[in-house]
Each structure stands twice: as structure tokens, then as C-alpha cells.
């Protein structure tokens, strides 16, 4: 036998050795672990292995979530390897697993699946894992990213252990793994003040859509803002109300609520805030009082000006008890709508009094529609608009981006608390039933929730 031949006898096969789906690797193959990226799985020849959380037709979590193992090649080009490290499971997820969101993302069979498939999951953090040579920092970033740009004014690329967010929708971030065009992601911002502790990745997760939006109602933005020309920082640079003027929300108490009440103290801005009263396990007649009592004073330690429950506020008299005591006659002029049904009703009643203020829908958390008296619209000229803020942010990706660095700037500062969230692990080793029943649970129901779910991934 020549040494030619010799060779090729014994050149592995590549079919062999790259298969498209890969089974989780042995614990003989993975490294070992690093500051900038722990426990992470790879295969021979720099193939990463990842798992997904997929579904192939829409249904409730527990019925159509399964569990896929796909490998993901070297980075090339502009491309991008990411590792997760934290995910939210926000109600937008749930809706669009079964199928009920507004918009739903392309199916596709790239991860090697039998037939085409999704992945869910709009919001997290990641971590990069490896980057092709024209792997750049695209867009708004550069000034606040976690590496300055090379000397010379040299466009910066991304590198190993950079923490990145999503600029698209449907980014499907409910899996350990994924790559991505790095003009889909951007770094995660940092603290001006060099002394900041930078965020967890429980912080940096959760701050694309619940903060955002805050941010971006209070700076008056609706639906009628994503159409047409892009807005600039300029065209938003103050907000929809004055520093000393009141707006009134419900919901108060969601991550949205939470993140409207800390915004608007940062910003001067003064708050009424509706909430569902609590139930009291310990109070034996079921009131509730003390649970809804210390609910107002935790929202009180955020900056909310008054505090009132839905049934506080369906009361005979609110809207005029409020202008009197507490606006002085000047009205409200803005207020945000998170519920629907009576309780939007009763936003708009503290409109009523100011011609032209503006009832700003951004969810519907009791599934009723809004019924609006013909005298709010004839009399009053009260303006109804609705605000989503992924289309918003789509069409203003450097006001959302902006958003995001205010908040990082907040809680930096110790200004801004995270909402409440219950980390859900997620390891190489869990379990394909775990993960689906974690989404499962964040279906809504009738109770209330102690904290929103987010994947935590641990060794992966």
C-alpha cells in the first residue's frame, strides 16, 4: 500500500464526524470551564451543540414544546455564535406558541428538524461564544459597549464574552445556543459611572421590552409613532407630560407598571397607580387588607405618588375626589392601559376632565374590550391609541436602544429595582418536562403570579 492510500484509508470520513444532529456530547468532550464562558458543550472540530426549546404547530406549552438537540457550525463572515445566559418567559412567549400573538415566526428546518420549526422566546441576554472575521458592531453601540473601539477609530468586532441583547422580534432565545448575524444583536450597555457593578444577567434579560415600554409611553410614543418617518433622540427628548404633572396608570403593579413608576420619579413626574386588590392567606376573613396594604407601600418605596385598588377606583365620585385632592383642577393628561375592560373605563374618567388627554392601550390583561361613552369622545376629545412595542421598536431602533441605556444608567445608580422573577435553572442535564412545564406555568390565569419566569442557564 502507498503512502498516498495509506492516508486515505485513514482519513475519517467527514459525514462521520460533522453529523447535522448531534446527541448531547460526552462529558469527556466538553472543556473546561472559563471565566467568559462556563461549562459550555462542544463537539469535535468546533461544531456547538445546542438545545432548543421547538414547536412544530400551535397549541398550549404542554402539548406541542419538545426538546431538540442540534449542532450549530464555526462562525463565518459576519455571523455570530451565541450562548444564552438568561431568557424571560414573558406572556408575548405563551401567545405566540399558541399561536394567538399578533405576529409569529417563520418556521424553518435549519436546526435539522423533521419538519419546520419555531423557536420561541423574544428577550434575553447572551454571551458570544465565537465571531466570523466581518462580525462587526453595527449601529447604535459603540459609545456605550463593553470594549472601546480600536485605535484608530477602526470599526470594533465582537468579541469572545461580549453580553449582548436582540434588535428582532422572534429571536427565539428559549434555547442554550444559537447564531445569529451580528447586525441582529447589539452589546449590552453599560454604566457611564466606572464604579457601577454591572448588571446580572437576570437584569440584563429583562430589560428589551418591560422597561422599554415604559420608557417609551411616558415619552407619549403609540402605534401612530411606528409608521412613517424613524424618529431621532431629538424629535423625543422630553416627555409627554411635564416634571410636576400627573399621570395615572393600572397595572401598577406589572413589570411595566413597576418600571413607569421609577421612570417617572426619575423624571419629575408625578403617579397614580391602580391596582387589583391582594388576597391575605393569614387574614381569616379573606379581605386581603393587609397583603393590598403592604403591595401599596412596597410601590410607595419605588416612587409611586397614590396608590388605589380597581375597586377603590370603580367608586362613585373617584375621578372628581381625584382632581380636587390631588391634581388641584389641572387634569390628568396621560394615562396607560393595561387591563381593559372596566378598568380602562375608569383611566378614562380620569381623563374626562382634561379635552385632548391621551388613553394609551398597551395590553389587555382581563380580555375585555374597552366600551368608551360617546361623551369621552364628543365632549371630552379624549385620544384612544394603542402602543406595541415590538413594531415600535422596529421601526425606532435607536430610541429602543436609548430606552435600554437609560435604564441600565438607573440601575446603575441604584434608581431602578428589578420587578420580582423566579429563576427557572436550566442546565445541560434538565429535563425536556421541566422546561415545558416552567412555560406552561406562565400561562395566564386567574391568580397572581409571585415573579416572572426566566431561564437561568447553568452549564451549558
Do not use: C
Not at 57 to 79: Q, T
Not at 155 to 176: A, N
Not at 233 to 257: F, R
Not at 338 to 351: D, F, H, I, Q, T
Amino acid at each position: 500500500m502507498t503512502i498516498t492510500s495509506l492516508r486515505a484509508a485513514v482519513r475519517p470520513s467527514p459525514r462521520k464526524l460533522v453529523p447535522l444532529v448531534f446527541s448531547p456530547p460526552p462529558h469527556a468532550l466538553k472543556p473546561q470551564h472559563t471565566m467568559l464562558s462556563q461549562r459550555r458543550s462542544v463537539s469535535v472540530y468546533g461544531y456547538e451543540q445546542s438545545k432548543a426549546l421547538i414547536f412544530y404547530e400551535h397549541g398550549a406549552p404542554k402539548d406541542v414544546l419538545r426538546l431538540h438537540s442540534y449542532s450549530i457550525s464555526p462562525p463565518h463572515s459576519s455571523l455570530v455564535t451565541l450562548r444564552m445566559l438568561a431568557s424571560p418567559i414573558n406572556p408575548a412567549d405563551v401567545n405566540t406558541i399558541q399561536g394567538t400573538y399578533a405576529s409569529l415566526p417563520s418556521k424553518t428546518t435549519a436546526m435539522s428538524t423533521k419538519d419546520p420549526a419555531a423557536v420561541p422566546g423574544n428577550e434575553g441576554v447572551a454571551e458570544v461564544v465565537a465571531a466570523g472575521a466581518a462580525a462587526f458592531v453595527t449601529n447604535a453601540g459603540d459609545e456605550t459597549s463593553q470594549k472601546e473601539v480600536t485605535a484608530g477609530g477602526d470599526r470594533r468586532k465582537y468579541q469572545k464574552g461580549d453580553r449582548v441583547l436582540f434588535r428582532k422580534p422572534h429571536s427565539g432565545t428559549f434555547r442554550t445556543h444559537m447564531q445569529l448575524e451580528s447586525s441582529a444583536i447589539f452589546p449590552l450597555p453599560i454604566s457611564p459611572d466606572p464604579d457601577a457593578v454591572p448588571l446580572s444577567n437576570t437584569q440584563a434579560a429583562t430589560l428589551s421590552v418591560n422597561p422599554a415600554t415604559a420608557w417609551a409611553l411616558l415619552k407619549g410614543q403609540s402605534t401612530s409613532s411606528s409608521v412613517g418617518a424613524t424618529l431621532s433622540l431629538e424629535d423625543v427628548a422630553a416627555t409627554a407630560v411635564s416634571p410636576g404633572q400627573w399621570i395615572a396608570q393600572n397595572a401598577a403593579n406589572s413589570a411595566v407598571g413597576r418600571a413607569v413608576i421609577q421612570l417617572a420619579r426619575a423624571w419629575g413626574i408625578k403617579t397614580i397607580n391602580i391596582i387589583r386588590a391582594r388576597p391575605d392567606e393569614e387574614d381569616k376573613s379573606g379581605s386581603g387588607q393587609e397583603a393590598t396594604r403592604s403591595l401599596k407601600e412596597e410601590l410607595k418605596s419605588l416612587g409611586a405618588d397614590e396608590v388605589f385598588t380597581e375597586d377603590e377606583a370603580s367608586e362613585k365620585g373617584f375621578s372628581q375626589q381625584v382632581q380636587r385632592d390631588l391634581t388641584g383642577g389641572n387634569g390628568i393628561k396621560l394615562a396607560f392601559n393595561a387591563v381593559g375592560g372596566r378598568s380602562a373605563l375608569n383611566l378614562a374618567k380620569l381623563l374626562s376632565s382634561t379635552p385632548g388627554a391621551r388613553h394609551i392601550t398597551y395590553g389587555a390583561m382581563a380580555k375585555q374590550p374597552l366600551t368608551i361613552p360617546a361623551g369621552m369622545l364628543i365632549f371630552s376629545d379624549l385620544k384612544f391609541e394603542g402602543f406595541w412595542v415590538s413594531r415600535w421598536g422596529q421601526a425606532n431602533p435607536a430610541l429602543r436602544e436609548a430606552a435600554i441605556a437609560e435604564a441600565v444608567r438607573l440601575i446603575s445608580a441604584g434608581k431602578f429595582k428589578d420587578a420580582p422573577t423566579q429563576a427557572i435553572k436550566w442546565s445541560w442535564d434538565t429535563k425536556e418536562e421541566d422546561l415545558i412545564a416552567a412555560v406552561q406555568a406562565s400561562v395566564a390565569g386567574e391568580g397572581f403570579a409571585k415573579g416572572k419566569g426566566v431561564f437561568a442557564f447553568e452549564g451549558t
